[in-house]
């Protein structure tokens, strides 16, 4: 037989090359998940008259009303507060998204998943990218609290205005830092999505857990309350205070979030946080390439 003829060997379905493919053959389709993404967004608010900026206004009352009662209630200045509790809530929003709409993401996408010749990686980009649409919409917030306190946050400031707390170095080039963040974070949303809607498709108690689980995640995270604070408490309280706050870090979230919202408010920022991020990036990688190849093609049926 000439070497025209020959036969192209056949990829075996279990490979990480055939989960690759899928992946790579995602991306191509772009323009089909991102106008899905965007049709999404166009679908929650056809009826609304001022459309998708009901996301912004959502966002800015959140914060402001966080930003306020979190002032009262601890001493804080708002005009230092405020900024990072708006930045950690846009952050939150976005990890929230791709945990909790991820985890059901080939649920809701059965009747495409059932009639549509595409990769399964397919909806899991529409997933994470409408997160991005949405957090591009809730940086108009960050960007009217960075007009309103720049004056408060552009110079070396304190969140907790205490002896020993620390001093941030305030807003600078580091700024651009926030950019690979945010990269960085995206990743992370793209191997999340793919993991738990796996996961939850085959098993649909899974999605419930997250969603009640995730609220205790929230109040663990650094959102609507800062680090600085809790230093602060456990330089009053001393001793045993100090446990309370390694357990803490011990939550990803909080160092995936610091990675971007610390550049944007000039907050100091440790080398361990993008140590952390790095190496759950790799880790949560590697999981969901293992899922994708073993599980990819039983998605369909599962739905």
Request: hydrophobic share 50%.
């Given at each position: 037989?000439?070497?025209?003829?020959?036969?192209?060997?056949?990829?075996?379905?279990?490979?990480?090359?055939?989960?690759?493919?899928?992946?790579?053959?995602?991306?191509?389709?772009?323009?089909?998940?991102?106008?899905?993404?965007?049709?999404?967004?166009?679908?929650?608010?056809?009826?609304?008259?001022?459309?998708?900026?009901?996301?912004?206004?959502?966002?800015?009352?959140?914060?402001?009303?966080?930003?306020?009662?979190?002032?009262?209630?601890?001493?804080?200045?708002?005009?230092?507060?405020?900024?990072?509790?708006?930045?950690?809530?846009?952050?939150?929003?976005?990890?929230?998204?791709?945990?909790?709409?991820?985890?059901?993401?080939?649920?809701?996408?059965?009747?495409?998943?059932?009639?549509?010749?595409?990769?399964?990686?397919?909806?899991?980009f529409r997933t994470v990218w409408r997160q991005v649409l949405y957090f591009a919409h809730n940086m108009g917030v960050y960007v009217l609290v960075l007009v309103v306190f720049f004056g408060s946050i552009s110079h070396p400031y304190h969140v907790v205005d205490r002896p020993g707390t620390v001093l941030h170095p305030g807003l600078g080039w580091g700024m651009l830092m926030a950019l690979p963040a945010l990269l960085v974070i995206m990743l992370n949303g793209t191997w999340v999505v793919l993991l738990?809607?796996?996961?939850?498709?085959?098993?649909?108690?899974?999605?419930?857990?997250?969603?009640?689980?995730?609220?205790?995640?929230?109040?663990?995270?650094?959102?609507?309350?800062?680090?600085?604070?809790?230093?602060?408490?456990?330089?009053?309280?001393?001793?045993?205070?100090?446990?309370?706050?390694?357990?803490?870090?011990?939550?990803?979230?909080?160092?995936?979030?610091?990675?971007?919202?610390?550049?944007?408010?000039?907050?100091?920022?440790?080398?361990?946080?993008?140590?952390?991020?790095?190496?759950?990036?790799?880790?949560?990688?590697?999981?969901?390439?293992?899922?994708?190849?073993?599980?990819?093609?039983?998605?369909?049926?599962?739905?």
């Amino acid at each position: 037989m000439s070497a025209s003829t020959e036969m192209t060997p056949l990829v075996p379905p279990k490979s990480f090359r055939r989960a690759f493919q899928d992946l790579l053959s995602a991306l191509r389709a772009r323009e089909l998940w991102a106008h899905l993404a965007w049709q999404d967004i166009k679908q929650r608010y056809r009826r609304s008259t001022i459309g998708p900026l009901w996301i912004t206004i959502g966002m800015a009352v959140t914060a402001l009303a966080l930003g306020v009662v979190n002032s009262a209630l601890f001493g804080t200045s708002i005009s230092t507060l405020l900024p990072s509790i708006t930045t950690g809530l846009i952050l939150w929003n976005f990890i929230n998204g791709c945990i909790v709409e991820g985890s059901e993401t080939f649920i809701a996408n059965e009747g495409l998943i059932k009639q549509l010749p595409a990769p399964v990686t397919v909806y899991a980009f529409r997933t994470v990218w409408r997160q991005v649409l949405y957090f591009a919409h809730n940086m108009g917030v960050y960007v009217l609290v960075l007009v309103v306190f720049f004056g408060s946050i552009s110079h070396p400031y304190h969140v907790v205005d205490r002896p020993g707390t620390v001093l941030h170095p305030g807003l600078g080039w580091g700024m651009l830092m926030a950019l690979p963040a945010l990269l960085v974070i995206m990743l992370n949303g793209t191997w999340v999505v793919l993991l738990f809607g796996v996961i939850a498709t085959r098993f649909r108690d899974v999605p419930p857990v997250i969603q009640s689980f995730i609220t205790m995640l929230f109040y663990a995270t650094p959102i609507m309350w800062s680090m600085d604070q809790v230093l602060a408490a456990n330089q009053d309280n001393a001793g045993p205070g100090s446990v309370g706050v390694d357990v803490l870090k011990l939550n990803p979230i909080y160092h995936f979030v610091e990675i971007i919202r610390a550049p944007l408010v000039g907050q100091a920022q440790s080398w361990t946080h993008w140590v952390v991020a790095g190496g759950v990036t790799v880790v949560g990688w590697a999981l969901a390439l293992i899922v994708l190849r073993n599980y990819r093609a039983r998605v369909a049926y599962w739905v």
